[in-house]
């Protein structure tokens, strides 16, 4: 999607826009973030851009366990 094409229909016309959508929130903070969006399908992707807010996740999933490492499952 950050390239420009649509994972789901593979068309080329993705727009993105800061703040597009909805207020992202990570742990009761407001976070940075791009939406992109597929004019063709209406499918729609959310980055959060704050690197602070992600830097934060792994040392949570170590000491809280709230946020859990995603791991490949077959
Ligand atoms: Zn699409």
Same mark, same amino acid.
Request: charged fraction near 30%.
């Given at each position: 999607?950050?390239?420009?094409?649509?994972?789901?229909?593979? @068309?080329?016309?993705? /727009? #993105?826009?800061? =703040?597009?959508? %909805?207020?992202?929130? &990570?742990?009761?903070?407001? !976070?940075?973030?791009?939406?992109?969006?597929? @004019?063709?399908?209406? /499918? #729609?992707?959310? =980055?959060?851009? %704050?690197?602070?807010? &992600?830097?934060?996740?792994? !040392?949570?999933?170590?000491?809280?366990?709230?946020?859990?490492?995603?791991?490949?499952?077959?």
């Amino acid at each position: 999607m950050k390239h420009g094409t649509c994972p789901k229909c593979n @068309t080329t016309n993705v /727009y #993105f826009k800061e =703040y597009a959508l %909805d207020k992202v929130t &990570l742990d009761g903070k407001g !976070v940075k973030y791009v939406n992109y969006v597929c @004019t063709d399908c209406g /499918y #729609f992707e959310t =980055y959060i851009t %704050d690197e602070d807010a &992600l830097g934060k996740i792994p !040392v949570r999933a170590e000491k809280l366990g709230d946020w859990k490492k995603s791991t490949i499952t077959t």
